[in-house]
Structure formats: C-alpha cells, structure tokens
C-alpha cells in the first residue's frame, strides 16, 4: 500500500519536484518588477523563478516556510492568478533566507 507522506498537522507532504513543464503552463509570464540576485541571476518571469528554486536553492532552504509558500505562489500563477502574490512571497523568502537582492 503507497501512502502518502504526512507532515506534523497531518497534512500531505508537497514535494517541489512537481514543477515538471507539463504542469507549468505558461513560464514566460513575467513578474510586476524583476528581481536581481547580484552574481546568481535576474528573476523576470515564473520560469526565471521555478530555476531558482529548482536548481540554485538548496535543499534545506526549499524545506522552510517560506519557500514552500513561494513555491506553491508560483505554482498558483502558473495556473493563472495574480503574479504579484507570487513576487512578494519570493522577496519574503529572499529576505528571511539573508539573501542579498534588489529591484530591477
């Protein structure tokens, strides 16, 4: 029997390696205000996004709440809501994380 992998409130586990292309619609939305990560990257669309989660955070970083609720923004506005949310929710994890960045 496969059971699902709970959390601490008895919640499933959501996993980040569910961003695969065939669930991210349309990546080249683009963000209110792009962001630049000095020396990493510039962060301008939902797909400039998902690459820093995916390939550049660390693992330990993608399992604190803060980038679970950026990850899970950025799955929301690749099915088409508000790319605002999903832009406040990285600058949040960003800054918690001590992750020198700026507004482009």
Known sequence: MNKKQRGSAG???????????????DSATALPRPLIIPGVMIIATLADVRTLIVR??????????????????????????????????LRLALALSGVEFRMK
């Open 11 to 25: 919640r499933p586990v959501r996993r980040l390696s569910g961003f695969g292309a065939d669930r991210f619609r």
């Open 56 to 89: 550049h955070l660390p693992a330990e970083y993608r399992a604190q709440p803060a980038w679970r609720h950026a990850a899970t923004e950025l799955a929301k506005a690749a099915a088409g809501t508000d790319t605002a949310d999903v832009s406040i929710a």
